[in-house]
């Protein structure tokens, strides 16, 4: 998903899969697999404008360019979980779902030194808008830009609130984290992609497993395993877990060969540095679940964060 707009005759290019509205006033650009959602993009502009950005949930990236305003609107979801970078460069502005898209338009891009530490120190980045390129910004989560003849505008839709506010029961609270988390898995399982569960046994799979299984009566779900006999390996408990409870269960099995393997193709998918110890095994397994047929994969990663 790429799109460059251009100051100097004051045009938008774009690149990838692209969706135009009747009058072709109206390009989408969106990523691959998206193509129900950038036909609701479209209406919902035509409707409300740069406001319809308020109307998106899950995981959502965009760039819209309006012929008759002679305007760019890019916007990334509320939490972040697509990427999207930008840079200004002298002609114009340029952004993309992938950093290097964005610094093939840079000509000499400046390291920045820092923000190469913060993930060997954190494992993650900790500057939320600049990369360890200088030229190269984030849009960041909950924020869109809007661009036209006057320049670049950021601003923020959506920010959490930690403001407490839920004032019921324990019994009040426990149903309504049920009812969002089936909300959530509801909307993931709407798809006409094969989708898939990671089941390891735990409270998190487990608990979306069961939830994905109230949507539909076939839920497929993937184990991993590592060659040999290790302490973290769940796969007895999954199985037993997915027998029960009649889930088509299914298993792969990794070994440091698939890591020594893939790491060439996995350095080629990372933009920035990535330090998390996990990273590579989660790459090894999506590579096999995709062979198995599997497009979309329900995770229980991030319960912890959720939770704590």
């Known amino acids: 998903m790429l799109a460059q707009y251009n100051f100097s005759d004051l045009t938008c290019k774009q690149e990838g899969q692209i969706l135009e509205n009747k009058d072709k006033s109206i390009q989408v650009v969106f990523q691959d697999g998206a193509y129900k959602m950038a036909e609701q993009i479209i209406s919902l ?3 409300y404008g740069n406001r319809c950005v308020e109307y998106f949930k899950g995981a959502l990236s965009f760039c819209l360019y309006d012929k008759n305003k002679n305007q760019l609107l ?49 494992n993650y980045p900790i500057d ?10 984030r849009v960041r989560a909950g924020e869109y830009a809007v661009v036209d003849a006057d320049g670049l ?3 923020t ?9 839920f004032n ?5 609270a426990i149903a309504e984290t049920q009812r969002l988390i089936r909300a959530s898995v509801k909307r993931c399982m709407q798809t006409d992609e094969p989708v898939a569960v990671l089941l390891s046994g735990g409270i998190d799979s487990t608990t979306l497993a069961l939830f994905a299984k109230e949507c539909q009566k076939e839920v ?20 037993r877990f997915a027998q029960e409870h009649g889930f088509i269960y299914h298993v792969v099995v990794l070994d440091v060969d698939d890591f020594q393997k893939l790491f060439d193709e996995y350095v080629q998918y990372i933009d920035e540095p990535c330090f998390d110890v996990s990273s590579m095994s989660q790459f ?25």
Not at 128 to 137: A, D, G, M, Y
Not at 157 to 165: I, P
Not at 291 to 306: A, H, N, R, T, W
């Open 157 to 165: 839709y959506w920010k959490r609130n930690y403001t407490v506010t």
């Open 284 to 308: 090894a397994l999506y590579k096999k679940a995709a062979e198995m047929g599997f497009k979309v994969i329900l995770s229980g990663l991030g319960g912890d964060e959720l939770f704590y």
């Open 45 to 47: 502009y035509e409707k």
């Open 220 to 239: 497929h779900v993937i184990s991993a395993g590592y060659k040999g006999q290790h302490a973290c390996d769940e796969r007895q408990v999954a199985k």
């Open 74 to 122: 890019v916007m990334r979801d509320k939490v972040g979980e697509k990427q999207l970078y930008y840079a200004q460069l002298p002609t114009g502005i340029v952004f993309a779902d992938s950093l290097k898209d964005v610094l093939h338009y840079v000509k000499h891009p400046q390291i920045r030194a820092h923000e190469l530490a913060q993930p060997i120190r954190h």
């Open 128 to 137: 939320l808008q600049n990369t360890w390129i200088e030229q190269v910004k």
């Open 168 to 172: 019921g029961t324990k019994e009040e």
């Open 153 to 155: 505008r950021l601003y």
